[in-house]
């Protein structure tokens, strides 16, 4: 099985477009489907830790307006590319 990439989320950044979207963490949460816990981890107020990009892509989905676009990199460390919505299909060589 294929590692899953990560980040290092950017706290104060995720904080600050939370805020002004007017979202409350379960807001975001119920919206991605998946537990408080999992975005209070990456807004709270210990050390960062390394995140799952799947995670990072759905947040910053969420967060994004047709006028303002938040993508990956802008809530977190991450330098790959942010259009990519999924992990690319094996190349099957031809027979």
Same mark, same amino acid.
């Given at each position: 099985?294929? =590692?899953?990439?990560?980040a290092l989320?950017? $706290?104060?950044?995720?904080? /600050?477009?939370i805020r002004k979207r007017?979202? $409350?963490?379960? =807001?975001? /949460?119920? $919206?991605?489907g ?5 975005i209070?981890?990456?807004?709270g107020?210990?050390t %960062?830790?390394?995140?799952?990009? %799947?995670?990072?892509?759905?947040? *910053?989905?969420?967060?994004s307006t047709? /006028? ?6 802008d ?6 590319d =942010? =259009?990519i919505?999924?992990? %690319?299909?094996p $190349?099957v060589? *031809?027979a």
């Open positions: 099985m294929p =590692d899953i990439p990560t989320p950017d $706290k104060v950044r995720i904080r /600050a477009l007017g979202y $409350k963490i379960t =807001d975001i /949460a119920r $919206k991605i998946c537990p408080p816990s999992s209070y981890d990456l807004t107020r210990n %960062p830790v390394p995140r799952g990009v %799947p995670l990072l892509r759905q947040v *910053a989905h969420v967060l047709p /006028a303002r676009p938040v993508k990956v990199s809530i977190s460390d991450w330098t790959g =942010d =259009d919505e999924s992990e %690319p299909e $190349k060589p *031809a």
